[in-house]
């Protein structure tokens, strides 16, 4: 979720631990290495359902949640549902944004199934669809059809695509650059705009900074945050989703007392106004913007924008760029309100602005926790 050198401020308060101690327990307070297992087996099953489900479960998605249940059928089809229990109420009350991660879960499997040579046919919410709320019913059913496909380039960037949260560095995105990024998003009836200079991005940068400051300071959302951070590797291991608090620095406040949910829920805490400093630092190194854009007349529409987003966040790792999705401002919890219709009035150009993003340098980060295939599989 965050930097180590992010991480630093932390712990504060003059705090100071031998040298030698310091090595050693940085040495065994590393992030969860089976939490990542995921990544290492991708690609390493017989089946090619399974083959192209183990890709799959890499794909970007809000708070990690990984809410995808799967149903295998006959053969050659699966049908694709949404643990219920793994929405976001408070923030995603319409779960717009847990339908984006199923898009973008279905686009990494067709682009997967492409390389075995199976073009994926995917009909979005083949019994129909509730616009308020997700029901029981599934959200896709998918039918493998063998040599019709051809492969994907993008499936080459699968096992390196990250949300990179990094602080970005001082550097320009050049406009080619962008435009290329911004042209692998303009798919599926997708409109990409983008930034990379100018009093846009500087306005933008307010913007997401605010609405970051906005879900910290209030109480009900920023608990839903906090009641899904997994803090240190232990905690990281047991439930390998949501938001992970890693390495020596968070373990350390973990022992010392400083890091824990109750403190991280708390405003007037260290650690709460660490937190809000980190933001603040990630939103100002923000270097050029980028947004998706579409009419979000339905629950296809939704899908849609996860399959163009999971396709732009390919590209860029193509193009050696960081990109993150910086959510806030598009949540539709009444709070936000005001910034809501503000970064519309920005870039919406009359659509649903379903992604927003901030895109850098950044250096490399690791991958995300992720729960093996075996457990999405009903
Ligand atoms: C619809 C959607 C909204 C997201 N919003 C945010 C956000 O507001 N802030 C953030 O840090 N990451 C956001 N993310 C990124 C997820 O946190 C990230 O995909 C997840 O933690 C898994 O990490 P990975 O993409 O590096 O594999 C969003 C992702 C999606 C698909």
């Known amino acids: 979720m ?76 699966l049908t694709l549902y949404c643990d219920l229990a793994r929405r976001l109420p408070v923030t995603d009350p319409y779960d717009r944004q847990i339908v984006i991660g199923c898009g973008a879960f279905l686009e990494l499997l067709s682009i997967a199934a492409a390389e075995d040579g199976y073009r994926a046919e995917i009909v979005p919410f083949p019994e129909g669809e509730a616009p308020a709320s997700l029901d029981s019913r599934p959200v896709a059913r998918v039918r493998f059809i063998p040599d019709e496909a051809r492969p994907d380039p993008l499936f080459a960037h699968i096992l390196a695509r990250r949300s990179n949260k990094e602080t970005y560095e001082p550097r320009d995105v050049p406009e ?28 933008l940068r307010d ?50 007392g400083v890091i824990n ?3 991280l829920a708390d405003p007037a805490s260290e650690a709460f106004r660490q937190g809000v400093a980190m933001y603040e630092e990630l939103a100002r190194s923000a270097r050029a913007f980028g947004w998706l854009t579409n009419a979000n007349a339905g629950r296809s529409d939704q899908i849609d924008a996860g399959r163009s987003y999971v396709r732009l966040n390919l590209k860029a790792t193509e ?34 602005v379903q992604m927003l993003f901030r895109v850098g340098y950044a250096r490399p980060v690791a991958p995300t926790p992720r729960w093996g295939l075996e457990s999405h599989l009903v």
């Open 2 to 77: 965050t930097s180590r050198r992010n991480v630093l401020f932390l712990i504060g308060g003059g705090t100071v631990v031998a040298a030698s101690a310091v090595g050693g327990f940085i040495a065994m307070n590393g992030p969860s290495t089976a939490a990542r297992e995921p990544w290492r087996r991708a690609g390493q099953y017989d089946e090619f359902r399974r083959r192209a489900l183990s890709y799959a479960l890499l794909a970007p998605n809000p708070h990690n949640r990984q809410p995808w249940k799967v149903r295998l059928e006959g053969d050659d089809a």
């Open 176 to 203: 080619p650059e962008m435009e290329s990024l911004l042209g692998a998003g303009r798919v599926f009836g997708l409109a990409a705009g983008g930034a990379v200079s100018g009093p846009l991005v500087e306005q």
């Open 207 to 256: 913007l997401t900074g605010k609405a970051q400051y906005l879900e910290m300071t209030t109480p009900k959302p920023m608990q839903e945050s906090v009641d899904l951070m997994r803090i240190g590797a232990s905690e990281v291991a047991a439930n390998p989703d949501g938001i992970e608090l890693e390495g020596p620095l968070f373990a350390f406040g973990k022992l010392a």
């Open 261 to 263: 949910r109750r403190t």
């Open 319 to 352: 193009l050696g760029l960081a990109v993150h999705p910086w959510s806030q401002s598009l949540q539709e919890y009444p709070e936000m309100a005001d910034l809501y219709r503000e970064v519309h009035g920005l870039v919406g150009g009359g659509q649903r």
